[in-house]
């Protein structure tokens, strides 16, 4: 086992490029979804230090965690997969990535925190290892855990997040978040979907969205010609008009495509010129706590 006793690494947010939710699974009680997950360069820093005593302790000060989190869900399944003496640790959290906006943070430090115990304990773990911990930890971790070794990445993601393609990042991008004065939980994001599907003619709704195969033909074409969608933007837009405004300030501003991340409330503008995205966060920055990133 190594012997350094603190390990240092960023975890990535994420933005949803289309996000059709289905209806829940009465079987599973899931949602499939289908999306294109990308990473952006908003992180989150976790500072990991090796103790004597067995576990994981978690120290954020900017946001009160549960004590039970995804990082220490992702600790416990590690040591269940990893055929090593797990040491305990102790995790230092500083947060770059908004809580309930939509963005992964939760999730890219889970699986930040598995690729640094995989350095702790001088291990390289299986796809089949990685997709357990996932599994135990939560859906959007699967994404996290397939980027590359920084976590940087994109991909297709269906099934209920857990069937992930890798597909060539575009890093072309300069996204303008808004990060809205409300946090969305991903409970009642769903519920409001749910909601709005006793609403729709399922028909109909089959076809508002690209078909999943020609999502990355699509990411791939010029901004201006993205017909990507996502489910929940419009039943949360009811409940909170700040998401409705924002997209369209960010409308106004020049943005190529706008739309809400995940299940909310961050909503993001997409430029490819980089002083561009700058001059419409300096005008809508009056307004909107918001800030411009890059896809990596």
């Known amino acids: ?20 939710v289905y209806p829940k699974d009465e079987k599973s009680c899931f949602h499939n979804i289908e999306s294109i997950f990308q990473t952006v360069d908003l992180f989150d820093e976790l500072t990991v230090t090796v103790k004597p005593v067995k576990g994981c302790s978690v120290q954020c000060e900017s946001v009160v965690l549960p004590l039970k ?29 908004p809580s309930g906006g939509g963005l992964g943070g939760g999730s890219s430090d889970a699986a930040a925190l598995v690729r640094l115990l995989q350095k702790i304990c001088g291990i390289s773990l299986s796809e089949n290892q990685l ?44 996204l303008l978040l808004i990060f809205p004065k409300f946090s969305s939980s991903t409970k009642e994001a769903y519920s409001l979907v749910d909601e709005s599907f006793k609403e729709l003619n399922l028909s109909d709704y089959k076809e508002e969205y690209p078909v999943f195969d020609e999502l990355e033909v699509i990411y791939c074409r010029n901004v201006e010609e993205w017909v990507f969608k996502n489910t929940f933007t419009l039943p949360l837009s009811r409940k909170y008009s700040q998401i ?23 909503v993001f503008g997409v430029f490819t010129l980089r002083q561009q995205a700058i001059n419409s966060c300096s005008l809508l920055a009056e307004i909107w706590n918001c800030v411009v990133v890059k896809t990596i």
């Open 131 to 174: 997709d357990y911990i996932a599994d135990k930890t939560g859906s959007d971790v699967f994404f996290f855990m397939h980027c590359d070794s920084e976590g940087k990445g994109a991909a297709l993601v269906s099934g209920r997040g857990q069937i992930i393609k890798k597909i060539n990042p575009r890093n072309d991008l300069f």
């Open 69 to 97: 989190n995804t990082l220490t869900s992702a600790y416990d399944a590690f040591c269940e997969v990893a055929e090593v003496d797990v040491p305990g640790i102790n995790v230092e959290l500083k947060k770059g990535i």
């Open 1 to 20: 086992m190594l012997m350094k006793e603190q390990f240092c690494a960023r975890a990535y947010a994420k933005v949803n490029f289309n996000l059709k």
């Open 244 to 266: 409705s405004c924002a997209l369209e300030d960010l409308r106004k501003s020049g943005a190529l495509f706008s739309d809400m991340s995940g299940s909310g409330s961050t």
